[in-house]
């Protein structure tokens, strides 16, 4: 029975007839087909075998240019305009004054003078009391943290006003946290 548009069911029959990559038996169904005179798939075939015959009958190895893959990763990892990307191993993780505790800045703000840091405390070390000028927000990425005497674990976010004084933290396994603070933030004596 003759077809009276193209689907893609028939198109992709086609495209497998015309370059021999179809079952024999539906191949010969498909032959008898276009024998019974279906103008559509016929039209389809005869594109197809078009196409087909512009095609090399084998593929060579091609080694690809000097510097391809090295350009083909760059742009793969470049962000989009306006996004700014800080990947795990770049910046530096820099020693503070207390001992155990290492920061490492993902951006400053110079207008407001708010940060993005980690801020890692090794087993057993601890950061001073200090007053916040600005809002502090911290998230535990990882270990745990004591804060007074609350106990924060990996997931737990912690707000402190802007005005607040923020007594001993500490850790007894060791943590990594992600804080939003005013580098203008004072230590209490």
Known sequence: MPHLEVTEELRASAALYSLGAMPQEEAQAFAE??????AVCRSEVEAFEVTAAGLPLSL?????????????????????????????????????PFPGVSSKTLYYDRETSMATN????????????????????CLVLEGDVRQGGVVMKSGDYS????????????TMNGCLLLLVSSMKDELLT
Not at 61 to 83: F, H, S, T
């Open 118 to 137: 980690l801020l890692r405390l090794e087993p057993g070390a601890s950061y001073p009391p200090h007053h916040h000028t600005a809002v502090e927000q």
């Open 159 to 170: 707000r402190n006003d802007a005005g607040s004084d923020h007594g001993l933290i500490s």
């Open 33 to 38: 087909h276009l024998k019974a005179g279906c």
């Open 60 to 96: 060579e190895d091609v080694a690809p240019p000097a510097g391809l893959r090295a350009r083909v990763l760059e742009k793969i990892a470049e962000p989009e305009p306006g996004m700014h990307v800080v990947r795990e191993s770049e910046g530096r993780w820099r020693p503070t």
